[in-house]
Every structure is written in C-alpha cells, then in structure tokens.
C-alpha cells in the first residue's frame, strides 16, 4: 500500500489552522472527510484481514471504504452545486451517497452512522465540537435502531461508546480537536475489548473489523486535525455511483415514446418524498422519484416540462435539468434499431403481474444455473465483491416487473438488499438468501401460480431445505470452534462455519458432506470453482458417491473465485 | 328419453373394469415405436410399452384415431342409442377432438353427438367420463349429460411431475413449461394442465420435494370427492401419495391408474401425476359467483 506515503506527502506539516482544530466549515468538513476516507484506503487490506473466520469472505475494509468514498463523491458534487457549503449540507450529501454506495453490513451500518450525523447537525452551518457529539450520539442512535438485534462487540458498540466520549468532552471543551481526540480514544478502546463482548472474536484472535474500520475513520479525522489533507482518487467514475442507474433509463424507453423526458435532482430540507412523487406522477408517465428527504432523483415523460419543473420548485431548488425530446430520439432511434435489425416479433414482455426474479452471484456458471432457475437478472457479486445498493437497484429497475424479489445469496449482501425495498417504486422483497445453494432452493420453490406474499414466505421457508457446504484455502491460521488450520490448507464450510481443514481437497470435502446430514438427502450438486484442480470435481463425486450411494451428484461449471467448491446438499 | 353412448378415447387412462361396469366406449390413438405401430391399450399395454421406451431407438411418435375410426364407433352405436356424447383428450394436446368433430359431421343428422374437448387429459378428463356414464346409466338425456361433463371437467385438477422434460420438448407438448427448460441443473419440475395445455408451476429439483408439493397443492382444494394417482412405470411413490392424502380422501375412492403408450411416449419413464375431483356439486359457476 503507497496510500501512507502518498498521505505524508500530500499533508501540510506543521501548519495547523485553527479551523482544524476549533470548528470546521462546510468545505473544511468536507476536506476532513476526504482525508479520513483516504486514510482509511490505506488500512482496507488490514482490516479486510480482520476476519473471523479464515475465508475469502466479507471484506469489511473494502466495503467501508468504498461506502464512505461513495458518500464522499456525493458530499463533494453536493457542495459544488451552491455556495459555500454549510456542514449540515455536507453532512446530509455524504448520508446520500453512503446510501446509494453501501457495500454490505458494515457498509448499511456506516450509513446509518452518517444519515445520523446529517439529522444531528441539521441547522448547523458549522461543525465544532458540539455539534459533532450531538450528531455522533444521533448516528448511535440511528444504527442501532436500524438493527434488529443489535450485537455488542461490533461497530454498533464502538460508535455508541465514541458518542458517549464525545458529548463528556464537548461539555469542558467545545472544539472539535478536543472532542474528536476524545471519541478517536474511546473508540480505540472499545475495539480492543470487542474480542471480550463476542466470543466468535476472541475464538478467532481478532478484532471486529467493522468497529476497527470505525476507529480508523476516526483516526483519519484526527489526522486533519493535525495537519494532514489526503486526497481520494477524483470521480472519474460516473457521476457518484449514485443513482447512475437513471442515466440508463434511456434504454427502457420504448419506440412508442412522445413528448420530453425530464431529469432533475430536487434537494430541499424535508422534502415530502411520497407527496412529490403523486404530484409530478400526475403530470405525466413514466415517473421515477428516488431518494430520501433532502434529495431526490426525478424522471419523468410529459408534454409540459415546464409545469413539471414549476411544481419541484415549489419544494425546493432544482439541479442538473435535463430535458430531451423524445419525439426526435425516438424517430432516430427507430431508424437506427431499423438499420440493425430486420423488424423481430417484440420480446416477449413480462405481464405487469408477473414477479421478477433478482440473484447476485458471481463466476459464469453460477450466474447461469441461477438464470436456469428462472432469476430473471443477476447482479455480479458475492462473498468477496459485495455488490452496491445502487447496483442492485439499477438491476430492479431494469426489469419489467412491478413486483421483484431479492436473492441476496451472501449474509453480507443482505443489508444492502433491504435498503433497495425502500429506494424504488416496484414492490420490492427481500427473501434473505444466504449462499447460492440457499437461492437455487427459494427458487425451486418459486411457485409460478402464487403472489408475490405466498411466494415469498415459500421461498423463505425453502431456505432451510438446503445445507450449504463449501471448499477453499485458509487466508491464515486460525482455531475455530475446535477445528485448527494453518494458513493454505483446504477448509470446508457447512452454512458459513468452519468445520474441517486439512491438505487434501477430497477428504475435507467428505469430512463436510459427512457432517450435513447426507443420509437424509438425495442430491448434491457441485459447483466448480475457478481455483478448483481439473481433477477436482470428479474425485470429490467418486468419494462421495462410494460413501453415500444414494445420493445423486451432479456437477455444474460454477466459476466463482476463491471457493473451489461451492456444494447444495438437498 | 332416450339412451345416450358415451365415448372417450384411450388416454383416458379409466382403468378397465370401470370401462366395462360403465359402458364407455374407448377409441384408441395409435403409438410409433421404432417402426412398429400399435392401438394404444389394445395392441400393446402400458407396461409393455414402458419396457420398450428406454430401449427405443428414436423417441417414440403418436398420432390421433382416424375420422374413419370415428365414424365406424359412431355408426355401430346408432344401432342401440339415441345419442353420443363424446370427450376426448385437449384439442391443444392433440388432434383426437378435431377428428370426432369432422366424424360428427360426416354422419350429421343420424343422431345427435355432443363431441366435447376435455381441455385435459388421462383422469382429468377421466373422472368426467364416468360421471357422463353413471348418468348415462341412470337415463340423464344428452343436454343434462353435456352439461354435467362440463361441469365434472371444471371440478378436476391435475397436476404431475416428470423425470425429465425431455420426452414433453421433443413431442413437443411441453406447452408454457418451455420457459423452465434449458436449467443446467436437475430438474424434477411440477407441471399442471390448465385450460388443456401443459404450464409450469415450480421448477423443483428433487422427487421428494417434487411430490411433496404436489401433494400441497391438492391439498389445498377445498374439497376432494376422488382421487387418481398416475404412473408411467414407477409405481414407488403411489402409496405415499395415497397415505398423505388418506384423511383428506378414502383408500376405496382413490384410483390408481397406469398412463397410456400415447400419454407415456409425451412424459416418459418416472412420471407421477394427480388428479383430484371435487365432486358433482355444487356446479362450478354457482361456486365461483
């Protein structure tokens, strides 16, 4: 990692302004932000190694960093649009590209912390040490409650006790450097006794990732505050990951299409996100009003782009418009699609009442045993690339239907997927898939006949008819749960644990198979990894078949990386 | 009144002795099987025929009885009845209903033939075969009868699971079930006819959870009056199905039939079906309304 020497480089030495240390204005924050995400860059692989259990598997660093970089990007394109930014503004930019770029569960939780700050500081057009404990304390507040059941001993506990540092501090001294050295303290020492809170943790020889990540930020404040500015690498990507989903909305145009297509973005202070979204409806077709309170992404068809854009003032201020005749793009685009193709019969479009299908999943031949099963879209993703909110919301949005459901097939891409329900217009559910074995099994139990309600609770109790056994290469040593692995050996997984390890690739995977209760299943199906040995899938079927007879095995092309064997056993 | 026939054809799958006690007049289709052909269950029975198909050469072709064949059942009942009414497999499956339609026809005026399409097959339309006979026998005219067919065919459900999709693409019978071909993955889906063709309704992958579901669906009808549990050759799973349905129907109101050639040489070895009648009343429309 260079991410260290470019920071040091990169810093001021020596000059310390006071706005770094007293309070910071909205373009300081946005600065300090920017140098914590830079510096938490620095510490992805670190933390990325934090993990319980020695798989390729949840990679927390990355998926904090690529979330706060996410909420970063949107800050900054937020900020370039007024005049000098006020914190509060930052602060609720930053929340809306966190939510679109959440990668996993640390990711959704960051977002939380964020969207949090953002309400905490609303009003402040300066941040100093006050407002950052109270914001702070709301970000607490705020992920824990978004939480089912919250787990000590995770990023949940290091940002309520940081919160709880904060506003002790801010009480002697209200600025920033103080508070912040205070939370960064605290932070630290609640991180070193997570391993205490979780037994996972201390059985594993590790600190949570997720709350060590959480210091990290911190830390990358604390940085700005004595001195240093790191910068991230600049947006070359589409305009913040955000919402880019829309730009492709062209392509769902069809050739039939009249009038002008209408782009904006709408910000306001509490915009009412349901009201805006009936009134513009009613101006027009096509509508699309995604978003949260303090900004939304606004699509819309109409013959009348001038009452759609006088309505969205009357909430607030208007950025990015973009309006396009249809009437012409359509007529070229005829033209065009006329020129490539002979006229073909439509696709055979989906009734409105069908239910979409969506899966993440990564390697070829996972993604096509998923379609064969009837996912109508794969997102590409899975255990070590956690997709984004805003990847698997332009997937949904992509598809025909108005009613889709959600195979997350990752433990880690679950949070992300639930935040989708709330972003889109389609009724969107959530059966939460926890391996690609789990999805095969909900979609097998898809019942073409059935709502959206029944299929869902089928395919939710479908999960359980499977076990999910896996085959791959410990990242370290580790004893876990009893069962000891040095770094490189082969390891299998039943349902996400470990449960044995040794040299031979065969003998673990049997060891697995023996532990899944194969006498009371009929078919194991093998997906053949991009890490696998040619040899390996037919050695593993003979062990298994000479040991279990009754089984049928079936051995598919999986091609996911790191895993050698991913198995369904049902 | 009049007496009235009833006719049928041998996809009906009604095991003989019904046939007989009934009085129903079976025609059969005609089975190809490497270069041989044979009257469905009367040159070759269902077991015979489910030891030759793993065997075959080339997959197996069928094809619908003659109008002639038609015409001669028609002409030699005119001799002893009023009337016909005639059900036959689903015009969607076949081309057997198309056939009596042109024999009614080319006989019209002898006597009056109600030639209906059963939009099912094998005891899906079965059941409503021997509800036209028990009132035929009990001397209903041809209006009643037609009308209570109708009704009977509304009242049933059938629903099976095949080994593998294979024999339904290549006959291609395999109706809206093609969106579920082409998985690399095993499938042991679970189909149904629905308004005579065959539509997939979930992509199951083994056998257990395959008639288990099966058995969930029938169960979930309101009501049961009788039951048919079909096979082609593995006849396995019959008395778990018949077990897991005993409460829901008695043992002496289930039937347990063997598919024709015709319908086994379109599914192939391993397939399970069932069939549930709801009983005669009330008549369907009233029930929907």
Redesign the interface.
């Given at each position: 990692m260079t991410g260290e020497g470019a920071a040091r480089a990169a810093s001021h030495a020596g000059t310390v302004d006071t706005e770094r240390t007293r309070w910071w204005s909205g373009r300081t924050l946005l600065q300090a932000l920017e140098t914590a995400a830079a510096h938490l860059e620095a510490h992805v692989a670190a933390i990325n190694a934090l993990n319980v259990f020695p798989v390729p598997d949840g990679d927390t660093g990355t998926n904090l960093f690529l979330t706060l970089q996410a909420a970063v990007r949107e800050a900054r394109r937020h900020a370039l649009d007024g005049q000098p930014p006020r914190a509060d503004e930052v602060l609720a930019g930053a929340a809306h590209g966190a939510l679109m770029g959440a990668r996993g569960n640390s990711g959704v939780i960051l977002y939380q912390i964020l969207a949090g700050m953002a309400e905490g500081s609303q009003g402040a057009s300066h941040l100093d040490g006050h407002v950052l404990a109270a914001s702070l304390r709301r970000g607490a507040d705020l992920a824990y409650r978004a939480v089912g059941q919250p787990v000590e001993g995770t990023m949940l506990t290091v940002i309520r006790e940081a919160a709880e540092a904060a506003e002790t501090a801010a009480v002697r001294d209200g600025s920033v450097a103080s508070v912040l050295a205070a939370a960064l303290d605290r932070a630290n020492d609640a991180v070193a006794r997570t391993p205490a809170l979780l037994d996972i943790l201390q059985q594993a020889g590790v600190v949570d990732a997720g709350g060590q990540g959480l210091a990290i930020l911190l830390g990358g404040l604390q940085r700005f505050v004595d001195g240093a500015t790191l910068a991230i690498s600049p947006a070359d990507a589409p305009p913040a990951a955000a919402m880019a989903f829309l730009d492709h909305l062209d392509e769902l145009h069809g050739t039939a299409e009249f009038g002008y297509c209408i782009n904006f973005l709408l910000s306001g202070d509490a915009l009412p996100v349901e009201e805006v979204r009936r009134r513009i409806a009613e101006l027009g077709t096509s509508t699309v009003a995604v978003g949260d309170a303090t900004m939304l992404k606004i699509h819309v068809h109409s013959d009348h782009p001038g009452a759609v854009l006088e309505l969205a003032l009357t909430y607030g201020e208007l950025h990015q418009v973009r309006i396009d005749n249809m009437t012409a793009q359509t007529r070229a685009l005829v033209e065009a699609r006329a020129a490539d193709h002979p006229p073909v019969p439509a696709a055979p479009t989906a009734a409105p009442t069908s239910i979409g299908l969506v899966a993440v999943a990564s390697g070829a031949g996972l993604t096509a045993a998923l379609r064969g099963m009837g996912a109508d879209a794969v997102v590409p993703g899975g255990p070590t690339v956690n997709p984004s909110t805003a990847e698997i919301l332009r997937a949904v949005e992509a598809l025909p239907h108005r009613e889709v459901i959600l195979l997350p097939n990752d433990p880690n891409v679950i949070p992300t997927a639930r935040q989708v329900e709330r972003l889109t217009e389609r009724i969107v559910r959530v059966v939460p898939s926890r391996s690609v074995p789990e999805g095969i099994s909900a979609l097998a139990a898809f019942n073409f006949d059935a709502g959206l309600d029944e299929n869902v609770a089928a395919m939710t109790e479908a999960l359980s008819m499977v076990r999910s056994l896996a085959l791959t290469r410990a990242t370290r040593a580790a004893e876990i749960d009893g069962v000891r692995v040095r770094a490189g050996q082969y390891i299998g997984l039943v349902d996400g644990r470990l449960r044995a390890a040794g040299d031979d690739a065969v003998s673990v995977t049997l060891a697995v198979v023996t532990q899944a209760q194969p006498e009371q299943a009929e078919l194991l199906t093998l997906f053949v990894g991009e890490p696998a040995a040619p040899d390996l899938a037919g050695s593993v079927a003979a062990a298994i078949g000479e040991a279990y007879p009754h089984l049928t095995i079936e051995v598919a092309a999986g091609d996911q990386p790191h895993y050698d064997l991913i198995m369904a056993l049902e | 009144m009049g007496r009235v026939a009833v006719v049928t054809d041998s996809t009906a799958d009604i095991p003989c002795e019904l046939i007989q006690r009934y009085d129903i007049h079976v025609v059969p289709l005609t089975v190809h099987i490497d270069g041989e052909v044979f009257e469905d269950r009367v040159t070759i029975t269902p077991e015979e025929f489910m030891r030759r198909l793993p065997h075959a050469a080339t997959f197996p072709t069928t094809s619908q009885p003659s109008v002639g064949r038609f015409q001669a059942v028609y002409n030699g009942l005119a001799d002893h009845y009023d009337a016909i009414v005639s059900i036959h497999i689903s015009s969607r499956l076949s081309g057997t209903y198309q056939s009596a339609l042109l024999a009614r026809d080319t006989i019209n005026g002898r006597m009056p033939i109600a030639v209906i399409d059963s939009r099912s097959a094998s005891m899906g339309m079965g059941f409503a075969v021997l509800r036209a006979a028990q009132m035929a026998q009990a001397g209903c005219d041809l209006a009643e009868i037609e009308r209570a067919t109708r009704q009977a065919l509304e009242a049933t459900h059938t629903v099976f699971l095949v080994d593998t999709l294979e024999y339904l693409r290549r006959g291609g019978r395999i109706g809206r079930a093609a969106e579920?071909v082409?998985?690399?993955?095993?499938l042991k889906p679970i189909l149904?006819l629905e308004e005579g063709v065959v539509?997939?309704?979930?992509?199951?992958?083994?056998?257990?959870?395959a008639t288990a579901g099966m058995i969930a669906l029938i169960r979930d009808l309101p009501t049961i009056d009788r039951l048919a549990i079909l096979t082609t050759s593995d006849t396995s799973d019959v008395e778990r199905v018949a077990e897991a349905l005993a409460d829901r129907c008695p043992r002496e109101r289930m039937l347990c039939c063997r598919i024709s050639p015709v319908l086994a040489a379109h599914l192939g070895p391993g397939t399970l079906g069932i069939v549930a009648y709801e009983g005669d009343g009330p008549p369907a429309a009233e029930a929907r309304a």
């Open positions: - | 579920i082409g998985s690399i993955l095993q149904r539509v997939p309704f979930a992509r199951t992958r083994t056998r257990p959870k």
